[in-house]
Every structure is written in C-alpha cells, then in structure tokens.
C-alpha cells in the first residue's frame, strides 16, 4: 500500500510507528537526502511537501526514507536540526577595530545566499509549528541563534574596546538583524540584500548602542 503525506502528519501522530529493529541501516546517504529535504520544504512548504518529492530529489527510493524517517514530520524535524549551523569560526571572523566594520564586513554575497534559503526554510515550516511547537527551538537553533551568536560577539568586543556602553543591551541587539530579516521574508515577502542589511546596521543597531557615524561611511 502506497504511504501518503496527510496534512495532519504530526510528530504526535507518528510516535508509534517507529521501525522495527533489524539489519544495520547504511546510513551514509543520510546527508544528501536531508539536503535535499530542506531544498523541497523551502520550495513548498511543509504542507505541499511529500516523501515522494523527497525521494525523487535525493534520487533515493521511497521506502528507503521510510525506513530511516516513519513520517515526513520526522524527516523535516531531522533536516532542519541537522542543517548545517554556521559557516562562522570565532578564529576567522572579521576584526577590523570597530563594530561597524566586522558588521558591514560579514555582508558577502554567500552568506546573503545562504541567509535566504534559511528563510525559505522557515517559511516552509511555519505551518507545523502550530502542530509541533517543539520545532521551534530547533528551528531557532539552527536559522536564528547562530546568526545572533556573530553579533554578540562582535558587541562583546566593542566592549572591550571601549567602543560601547558595558551596560549595552546586546541580548536584544544581536536579534535584531535576524529578526528584521524574517519580517522582510516572511511578511514583506521581498529579498535580503546587502542595502537592506547595511541600513539596519547604520539605521538600528548603532543608534541604539550610542555610535554616530561623523561621515560617510563605505557602504
């Protein structure tokens, strides 16, 4: 009997259908057909999304998805926990003496690229988190928090220079570019580009840490 994909495909309604335990899985393909999970949801959306969609993507049998995932709830909840977190390594972020310039200097094209599909994917899950509000923390940790952990750093370090407050307010501030960004994609519906994140830069972040800018900054 063929599976379906009902709307209603919860982690809940799912939790007694795990596979039986039997012949080691290979599961060296795993990475691929998540891969090719997030590229479906972020087209569609989860509701639009089906196993088949998957598979066909991934070039991997059907049955194989449902041996490793009992429902496409398992598999999204597996893809986007598994996404990969951060291109960002504290040792090779951008330092240039100000917090402007380590802002404006992580704007390049693949992280404006990379940011976008981690919108899309967001979007694409929107309507299962009212079913599994526990997705959110993990869609938090990887599309939202990784981003904001870069900010935070880059204000503990102004800190430290001396450039803002101690007392900055810098839990809040580190959220507010990601933030912004999933206003404009999920609710605007237009893209993010280097402008529109250089102006929350010079027009958000800096006024409220108390940092004027006294001339024409490189944009």
Known sequence: MAHTDA???TLADTADTAPKLGRKRDHSRDP???DAALDVLAETGYDGMTIDMVAA???AGKATLYRRWPSKAHL??????CM???DYDSDTLPDTGTLRGDLVAMIKPHSIEDGERKMQIMAGVMSMLSRDPDLADVVNAAIVEPRAEVNRLFMKRAIARGEIRADADIETLSMITPSMASYRTLILKKPIDREFLISIIDGV???ALGIRRTAPASR
């Open 7 to 9: 709307p209603e495909d």
């Open 32 to 34: 691929e057909i998540l």
């Open 57 to 59: 993507r991934a070039k």
């Open 76 to 81: 999204v909840l597996d893809a986007v926990a």
């Open 84 to 86: 990969k977190k951060s």
């Open 205 to 207: 972040i800096l006024p």
